[in-house]
């Protein structure tokens, strides 16, 4: 490996410590609740178990193929690496961030989708499904996952948490955060009364209004009809 693939190798190291103290200072990770990764070419770094994002070194960072096996780095991987995995497999996804952000956590406790509230939501895909539950680290929850979330750049995982994916780490927490707040909103919405839906008319009109505005491109609304 060249220095400077090495050199790119422990930049991302460095940004996977720093997204994972950020969501631990946000709240959107607590404990060893959460991990996260970013792929740099056909290896993928990835959070070890059993982590404490808030606290996690940069030299404790394992990589991995994308068949899932260890590179280097001493600590085993998260055991939530096939899910993670089958994200990159499937979706054009340079990062991965998955928590258990405590009100996007308890919406996937209760509703098969969150509805599109808002119009910054179309950034998710529109509305954003549920994902059935399944036990945690095993293949069964990256299938599940993986299929929910054609389509969506984020999925909620019923009675577990939240997965977002983006180009970068940037994108991908953002995206997290992003949906943290759709679910916020839309539990204080629900105490007033009954959330008006936007459409699917309404949020592709968003989508062009955004591309239009180069705001950003490709944004992954699902074909919907009405």
């Known amino acids: 490996m060249s220095e400077g693939d090495l050199g790119r190798l422990a930049a991302l190291r460095e940004e996977l410590v720093c ?7 946000e709240g959107l990770v607590a404990g060893t609740a959460g991990n996260l990764s970013c792929r740099a070419g056909d290896r993928v770094l990835i ?4 982590a404490q994002l808030g606290a996690l070194r940069a030299g404790e960072i394992p990589a991995v193929s ?6 280097d780095g001493e600590l085993e991987p998260s055991s939530e690496l096939a899910l993670h995995l089958e994200i990159y497999r499937r979706c054009c996804a340079g990062a991965v961030v998955h928590t258990h952000a405590p009100m996007a956590t308890a919406v996937a406790c209760v509703l098969d989708e969150l509805p599109c509230v808002h119009y910054l939501m ?6 954003v499904p549920v994902a059935p539950y399944r036990t945690f680290g095993t293949r069964q929850l990256a299938e599940a996952v993986s299929e929910a ?3 969506h750049t984020a999925v909620l995982m019923a009675n ?3 997965l977002a994916y983006g180009d970068d780490l940037a994108h991908a927490t953002s995206r997290t955060r992003l949906l943290e707040w759709a679910a916020t909103l839309y539990r204080r919405a629900s105490a ?4 008006r839906i936007l459409s699917a008319a309404q949020q592709r009109d968003v989508a062009a209004e955004l591309e239009r505005r180069a705001y950003g491109s490709g944004y992954p609304l699902r074909a919907q009809s009405g």
């Open 19 to 25: 997204a994972g103290r950020a969501l631990a200072d």
């Open 122 to 127: 179309v950034e998710l895909g529109g509305s």
């Open 149 to 151: 979330i054609e389509g």
């Open 192 to 195: 007033i009364g009954e959330p």
């Open 66 to 71: 994308l068949e899932g096996e260890r590179l």
């Open 160 to 162: 577990h948490g939240t």
């Open 47 to 50: 959070t070890p178990s059993g």
